[in-house]
């Protein structure tokens, strides 16, 4: 694939309008299929890949078009960042914007200016993503909100503002953070954000009991007898939510099992490396939990999904009876090690949690 990506960039950056733009989207649906590679994993980096390219030379062409409109060019070094499954590079091939704008401090009288720039820059963005068929995120995660665009400062006082206030949805903001990663730009502002976030987590362990009630809000449920639940009414009757019923509490389980151990990496399989390398976990509930995920990862990509007005989108629902015997085996075990995953979870965060309560009682 090394030489289709060689001429999906050279395509990229010779895109002048988003009729182009949108003509790669439709490029990657039919040349990218999962049956056409021999892993999930290859299939999912070579997608991630794809977007990447796509997104960033995206961002590039709107800010050649400020320039070109007379606009003027970045006043500040500034970096493009995703979050959501973007930010894991887990993206499927109907995945949504979710995605963020962080830029350097401006010099003092220049913030108004700085403020404008990149206000005009991400409604650029926005439209000609989503012109090239990437619909906004539902929760308003996008640069065009000013809450995710904003210098670094002001993202450093935000997440700080999260921090000291754990309600529910600002821990939800906290553990999306935490999968921030740059597109395109500065990439040590990025980094920035990540040291600094991580370094404040292990100053405020109690913030991980309010993460923990966050990362289990998804259960990974499966029948008494070992049967897949599907869903009782609606249009989606009969089938299995594969997002929300195992791919989403996986993925939330690691990231807070690495968030605990002090990991500083994005990705899920990244974060399952690191934490076999760190010890904290045996090899072997390392891969059974990396193998769940890659199951996860491959079912999730036969979800069925929808293109509506030129955007691609996904329920993230699946029919069991469309799965094959083996296909059957593999989904209920990946249920069964999502469930002894997330007890490891709770039982890590708890025991975290009561250790430190115990230190301070000894210092008291």
Not at 36 to 59: C, M, P
Not at 118 to 128: V, Y
Not at 214 to 238: C, F, M, P, Q, S
């Amino acid at each position: 694939m090394d030489k289709w990506m060689e001429r999906f960039d050279v395509s990229i950056y010779s895109a002048v309008s988003t009729e182009q733009l949108r003509g790669l989207r439709e490029r990657m649906h039919v040349e990218l299929k999962l049956s056409q590679f021999s892993d999930v994993v290859e299939w999912n980096r070579t997608v991630n890949s794809a977007h990447d390219r796509l997104i960033a030379g995206t961002v590039a062409l709107a800010e050649q078009t400020m320039r070109l409109e007379g606009l003027g060019t970045p006043p500040v070094p500034y970096a493009f960042a995703a979050v959501g499954s973007a930010g894991r590079a887990e993206q499927t091939l109907w995945s949504d914007q979710d995605n963020a704008i962080v830029y350097a401090d401006p010099p003092e009288g220049r913030e108004e200016e700085a403020e404008t720039y990149f206000r005009q820059l991400s409604e650029r963005i926005f439209d000609w993503l989503r012109s090239a068929g990437y619909p906004p995120c539902p929760g308003n995660v996008l640069c065009t909100n000013a809450a995710w665009r904003k210098p670094l400062s002001g993202w450093l006082a935000m997440i700080e503002g999260w921090r000291d206030d754990p309600i529910w949805e600002n821990v939800r903001y906290l553990l999306m953070i935490a999968d921030i990663r740059c597109l395109y730009g500065d990439a040590g502002l990025i980094e920035r954000i990540r040291t600094d976030y991580l370094e404040s987590l292990g100053k405020r362990s109690g913030l991980l009991v309010h993460m923990l009630q966050n990362t289990l809000h998804h259960k990974i449920t499966i029948g008494v007898l070992g049967n897949i639940i599907t869903e009782r009414y609606g249009e989606d009757a009969g089938a299995f939510d594969i997002k929300y019923g195992a791919y989403i509490p996986l993925v939330n389980g690691i990231r807070l099992l690495a968030l605990s151990a002090g990991l500083n990496e994005g990705s899920t399989l990244g974060r399952l490396e690191q934490l076999r390398a760190s010890g904290h976990y045996s090899p072997d509930e390392i891969e059974r939990w990396r193998e769940a995920f890659k199951t996860a990862l491959e079912l999730r990509s036969a979800a069925s999904h929808e293109k509506e007005d030129g955007m691609y989108s996904s329920r993230g629902m699946i029919d069991p009876n469309t799965l094959s015997k083996s296909g059957k085996r593999r989904l209920k075990s990946c249920l069964r090690t999502g469930i002894g995953l997330q007890q490891t979870v709770r039982k890590t965060v708890e025991r975290m949690a009561e250790s430190t309560a115990r230190e301070r009682g000894g210092s008291a």
